[in-house]
């Protein structure tokens, strides 16, 4: 699996949103009023850490060996524990990438950082609750005053064309690489996210984790590419532990590429996009829906029934997603190797009976209730707010049995009753009417 990139800066990860037809191009809907992407001035962690830094507030410690990454991760608050390695040659720095120097990517709810040996920058991706994913990279030379730089147009030939329908967006993928950790396209590539079949993950990947005898594609590089048994079987990959026999551990922060942190990174990137895509299009279609009542001389807010068919169009998706419809199933007990689990569960929040939506299941699924953590993100809490009571409303109707489409037959009554009941109490801008 590998994080497509751009021709001359490849970030980490990629935003993959879906544009719906508008009066104008789809090309220039994130570049048009209200979005104005590359104009816009950002409001994310990491534009409140540079000036956090410019006030001399905050300084950045440089280390020889790893740069500013530990100081930046510390900064962000980005857990060493959600270290992922990635071994293919999918970055701005991909002469310094392969499998004895695999790319490090770390995140959290919000921020991901990609770290190269000896790489001349770090990567840095953000969730802008109204822009989207924006880029940054931060020079890897010690400075006085160390500056993130934002990467619009670079970035944007790839993130924001056809391949990511034309608006800024995650990809995930799954690849056959070769030894020397070059992707081998004829064997095909994949897109990855929460409902792929582990058979058909982690291509490209290191994996660290028990997985009993569900097969992935991780930690294996393709000697002959004829022989399909190999490459589909993969013996060598599978519950791998300790990755010492592939590469140098001690060169990164950790010896882990986690499992089930990569399961986590593949759920929140795709959600992190069907949000920000829930959010755009939202804007976009209120904003033409005003300047058509401005034409006609209606009251601004004046509703169209065309803009309720375009948030319908992209907060169906973003709800099905939210709760886990079509996430593939697992066949055997998921186990990581860091502490990433036990981190990532202590976050919160808890309802009054200790339950929270980070909770683990693995053994049947990702998460014990199948509801994202990310509706507590900032750029779900700043989502337009007629998209905002548009999914809720569908949530409210899942969960109460109101709603009668497919694709929510996997939230039984136990889980419907948990997740409100944990919601209720931990989610205090929610609708009255979820309280009844």
């Known amino acids: 699996m590998i994080l497509p990139v751009a021709p001359s800066f490849r970030l980490l990860v990629v935003l993959a949103f879906f544009a719906i037809p508008v009066t104008v191009s789809a090309a220039d809907d994130f570049e048009r009023v209200p979005i ?25 410690l440089f280390r020889k060996d790893l740069g500013y990454l530990p100081a930046l991760l510390d900064a962000l608050q980005v857990p060493e524990s959600s270290q992922v390695l990635v071994f293919s ?26 770290f190269c040996q000896a790489g001349q920058v770090l990567e840095i991706s953000v969730a802008d609750p109204k822009l989207g994913t924006v880029y940054y990279t931060l020079d890897q030379e010690e400075a006085d005053r160390p500056r993130f730089v934002r990467q ?62 569900q097969i992935h594609r991780g930690n294996h590089f393709v000697q002959n590419r004829n022989d399909r048994e190999a490459i589909a079987n993969n013996p060598e990959g599978q519950n791998v532990t300790r990755l010492k026999s592939f590469f140098d551990t001690s060169a990164y922060l950790t010896p882990h590429s986690d499992i089930v942190a990569l399961m986590v990174l593949e759920h929140q990137t795709e959600a992190h996009n069907l949000i920000a895509r829930a959010s755009i299009q939202t804007r976009l279609a209120l904003y ?15 509703e169209l029934e065309t803009t309720y068919r375009r948030i319908k169009s992209v907060g169906d998706p973003l709800v099905h997603y939210l709760l886990f419809s079509g996430e593939a199933k ?29 909770e683990f299941d693995l053994k049947r699924r990702l998460f014990k209730y199948p509801c994202s953590f990310l509706i507590y993100s900032d750029s779900f809490a700043q989502m337009p707010m007629a998209m905002k009571e548009y999914v809720y409303q569908q949530m409210y109707d899942v969960l109460t049995a109101r709603h ?28 009255d009417y979820w309280r009844k």
């Open 288 to 302: 033409d829906q005003e300047l058509l009542n401005k034409e006609l001389g209606r009251a601004p807010d004046h």
């Open 36 to 60: 104005n992407y590359s104009k816009a001035t950002p409001n994310n962690p990491v534009g409140r850490l540079q000036a956090q830094m410019d006030a001399d507030k905050v300084r950045l």
């Open 330 to 358: 697992l066949t055997d007990n998921i186990e990581g190797t860091s502490t990433f689990a036990a981190d990532f569960v202590k976050q919160g929040p808890h309802d009054s009976k200790g339950r929270s939506l980070r």
């Open 404 to 431: 009668y489409g497919g694709g929510f037959e996997h939230v039984d009554a136990n889980d419907r009753q948990a997740i409100l009941g944990i919601l209720r109490d931990t989610k205090k801008d929610l609708p």
């Open 89 to 114: 040659k999918t970055s701005l720095q991909r002469s310094r990438i392969g499998p004895k120097s695999p790319r490090a990517l770390y995140f959290n709810d919000e921020v991901y950082v990609g």
């Open 152 to 213: 619009t147009d670079t970035c944007l030939l790839c993130h924001g064309s056809s391949q990511t329908k034309n608006v800024p967006g995650h990809l995930l993928r799954s690849v056959y690489p070769d030894r020397g950790g070059e992707a081998i396209l004829s064997l095909g590539t994949l897109r990855v996210d929460q409902a792929t079949a582990i058979e058909r993950r982690w291509g490209g990947w290191y994996v660290t984790g028990q997985h009993g005898k």
